[in-house]
């Protein structure tokens, strides 16, 4: 199994137990910057799982340079955001700077993943 699948399959699973523990204990409401590492590392999913999927032979490796990826994480984050939203029935006070902070930890955990994933790959 090459490195780049194990390290999106622990990962991804950690992230899916730390959100749902989140959500079920509403620690996202008790604790207003867990939102932020936890956008920072969605962002670095996205990465490995690109990478995962170009890996796989499901995208090309074309896929990988600048402008598909910003559209594609673009829109990732902009959707995830656009689901908070009507999952909490609206717009929150203080909305624009939330969504701000998020996108912005969201696209630095791409650029983190990205980097980590050019160092799986050079190991592999």
């Not at 390290?7 to 509403?26: C, K, P, R, S």
Request: with cysteine.
């Amino acid at each position: 199994m090459p490195l780049i699948y194990l390290f999106t399959l622990i990962i991804g699973l950690q992230f899916v137990v730390v959100d749902l523990l989140a959500e079920h204990f509403a620690l996202y409401w008790r604790y207003d910057w867990l939102d932020m590492p936890m956008h920072t590392w969605g962002g670095i999913m996205i990465a490995l799982s690109l990478a995962s999927c170009v890996r796989m032979g499901l995208f090309s490796k074309r896929f990988l340079t600048l402008w598909p990826m910003v559209a594609l994480v673009a829109s990732i984050l902009i959707g995830w955001e656009l689901f908070g939203i009507y999952r909490d029935y609206g717009f929150k006070v203080g909305w624009l700077s939330d969504t701000s902070s998020d996108l912005l930890c969201g696209a630095l955990g791409f650029v983190i993943g990205r980097w980590f994933t050019k160092i799986l790959e050079r190991l592999a």
